[in-house]
């Protein structure tokens, strides 16, 4: 059995892959793929509760809604699960990818269905509360929590975590 090698002719739009992030900056992510490509992720495709914790943070003068910004949510070498949005030659002639990490692009296809007890996926926090954190799944009819002794500490509003499930009610 082998696997076909991936590149400009073989990867495709809505193709889910697995990257590093290879550089950040306040508004884009750098992901190294494999087969020796680059894809980059918009601040706005992160998750939709990153998104709205920036709007929130832009529109009010007041930071304690835990808002942080990519420079400071991400770091070079982590690994980031994401859909490719689109492959096209940009104006120099070069191909360019941009991908969605957002968890409604990723996981658009599963259902609660889907979800077995093992099933390791990513998620956003959608929000912190006092005994854990409310998962951002983009799986239709899946709600998720994680309390707060099952994670690391210091979860904000739109990061995405790997989660593995241990019990589904």
């Known amino acids: 059995m082998s696997a076909e090698l991936l590149n400009?002719?073989?990867i495709q739009d809505g193709m889910n892959i697995m990257g590093v992030v290879k550089a950040i900056d306040p508004l884009y992510l750098s992901i190294s793929l494999p087969g020796r490509m680059t894809a980059r992720v918009s601040a706005l495709e992160i998750s939709?509760?990153?998104t709205k914790a920036t709007r929130e943070f832009l529109e009010q003068a007041d930071t304690s809604n835990n808002?942080?910004?990519l420079t400071d949510l991400y770091h070079l070498g982590q690994i980031v699960y994401g859909r490719i949005q689109e492959v096209k030659q940009n104006e120099h002639g070069r191909m360019q990818i941009l991908m969605s990490l957002r968890p409604?692009?990723?996981h658009s296809e599963l259902s609660h269905?889907?979800?077995k007890k093992g099933f390791v996926f990513n998620g956003a926090i959608a929000e912190?509360?006092?005994h854990g954190y409310i998962i951002e799944t983009g799986i239709k009819g899946l709600r998720t929590f994680v309390p707060l002794e099952k994670a690391q500490p210091n979860h904000v509003v739109g990061e995405l975590i790997f989660l593995k499930v241990e019990k589904i009610t």
Do not use: R, W
Request: overall charge negative; glycine content about 0%.
């Open 113 to 115: 269905n889907n979800v």
């Open 128 to 130: 912190v509360q006092e």
């Open 8 to 10: 400009y002719d073989t």
């Open 48 to 50: 939709d509760s990153y």
């Open 67 to 69: 808002f942080k910004p």
């Open 104 to 106: 409604n692009e990723v």
